[in-house]
């Protein structure tokens, strides 16, 4: 089996990647393109920390494969403000306390974005329903589930969207 | 390591699918599959994303589902709320985004968790296979597991779900609520006439036996009676009694036996 010519937009840039067979998304990101805000956890889809979006909706890049993601829009952390400042959501998440050794965090922000473009008004039990794929081992959760809180107030306040 | 096959059409995908024999999987979500697969993996992959296996079509009483329907693709488009309940519980937002109805029919236990709400609604499942498309009951696909999981009759391609007759209940016992496999998850439905008798049940169980199945001994200690105390009672010893629960890392056998019993009474005492 030969390596592949895969096209896709990643953050706003069009790509056209090789990749090997059965490559995931995930090897693309890290590897090929260099976003390691894309972290390589359980690889089993149990801990969400590789978690990105696939025109707009929430996805494991590690269950993916690159093939399958031809022609689509694929955002990263990287991606959630061209100019790397941070958005809202992660100035939330540092005024919160929300990451503490960060190995979630880019995943836990993944999330909480795909959950605040859908319903920018969550109540406390739909953040915790939306973040309830991607494991945090530090926090115990609470401090994440008040950033995502604030920030979701930040935005009703503001009006704008969640980056 | 396998190779990805792509197929563009559901008769080549069927026609790969008998070709290849054992060596072939059905690739769907990814979400099982890909993370059992090694590189070092001989065989085949049957990939379904370009077969236009990922609509619902709402038709006249129910619901054609495509096998790579997601399962948040489900729950938005068709509004049973024990249907909704069952994907919600299972994995994360982004597991559901990417897992499909047709993908969790398969999955071993202690995951499938769809598979009692669809045999409570009284789901069929149409495959497609050289000779055609055959359709059978949800329970007549489950009666054909082995020890080896799924029979290999062809290739599933849609799910037909029709609007429930009576009320539909569904619980989940997790370790915790979401992203946990099942220590079991059941579901019922039920008809009753005009005395408040129940004239007809549904009781299915995942996670709790080597498949999921409809318990017709729970079934039978409500039909006819009213949904009274003694009746659900009833029913969860009698589920106690027919499943074959295995100990694993989630729960042991003797638990799950006592929680298939606890949860056929709950979801019985949702609908009375």
Avoid at chain 1, 123 to 133: A, F, H, T, Y
Avoid at chain 2, 115 to 141: C, H, K, N, Y
């Amino acid at each position: 089996m030969e390596a592949k010519l895969i096209r896709l937009t990643v953050n706003g840039r069009d790509e056209t990647v090789v990749a090997d067979p059965l490559a995931t998304l995930q090897d693309v990101l890290r590897d090929t393109l260099q976003l390691t805000a894309v972290k390589s956890g359980c690889g089993q889809g149990g801990c969400g920390s590789c978690s990105v979006l696939v025109d707009g909706e929430l996805r494991l890049s590690c269950l993916t494969l690159a093939e399958r993601v031809e022609g689509t829009e694929v955002t990263t952390l990287e991606g959630l403000n061209e100019t790397n400042a941070i958005v809202p959501l992660q100035q939330a998440f540092v005024e919160n306390y929300a990451a503490q050794c960060g190995y979630c965090t880019a995943g836990m922000v993944m999330a909480a974005k795909a959950l605040l473009d859908r319903n920018p008004a969550p109540s406390r039990d739909e953040i915790v329903e939306g973040l309830s794929g991607n494991l945090c081992r530090c926090t115990g959760f609470a401090p994440i589930v008040r950033a995502v809180q604030q920030a979701a107030q930040a935005l009703s306040d503001t009006g704008e969207e969640a980056s | 390591m396998p190779e990805l096959l792509r197929p563009a059409s559901v008769d080549e995908a069927a026609g790969l699918f008998a070709s290849h024999g054992a060596a072939a999987a059905i690739l769907a979500g990814g979400t099982g599959l890909l993370r059992e697969t090694h590189p070092s993996d001989d065989g085949v992959l049957i990939a379904l994303d370009r077969l236009g296996l990922d609509r619902v079509e709402s038709r006249d009483g129910g619901w054609s589902v495509g096998a790579a329907v997601s399962l948040s693709g489900l729950r938005a488009a068709v509004p049973i709320p024990a249907l909704q309940a069952a994907t919600r519980e299972i994995g994360g937002p982004a597991v559901q985004n990417m897992a499909t109805v047709g993908g969790n029919l398969f999955a071993r236990a202690p995951f499938g968790d769809l598979a009692p709400a669809l045999l409570a609604l009284g789901a069929r499942l149409v495959f497609a296979s050289a000779d055609g498309e055959e359709e059978q009951p949800i329970e007549a696909f489950y009666a054909g597991w082995s020890e080896d999981g799924a029979p290999r009759a062809g290739l599933l391609t849609r799910i037909e779900i029709d609007e429930p007759a009576g009320a539909v209940s569904y619980l989940k016992c997790a370790r915790r609520r979401y992203a946990s496999p099942s220590v079991v998850s059941v579901a019922a439905s039920v008809e009753k006439d005009g005395s408040g008798a129940v004239s007809d049940a549904r009781i299915a169980l995942s996670g709790a036996s080597a498949h999921p199945f409809r318990c017709a001994a729970a079934e039978q200690a409500v039909i006819g009676a009213g949904l009274d105390d003694a009746a659900m009672a009833a029913a969860g010893a009698a589920a106690e009694a027919a499943v074959t629960p295995a100990t694993d890392p989630v729960a042991s056998d003797w638990y799950r036996r006592r929680m298939a019993g606890v949860f056929v009474r709950r979801a019985l005492a949702a609908l009375a």
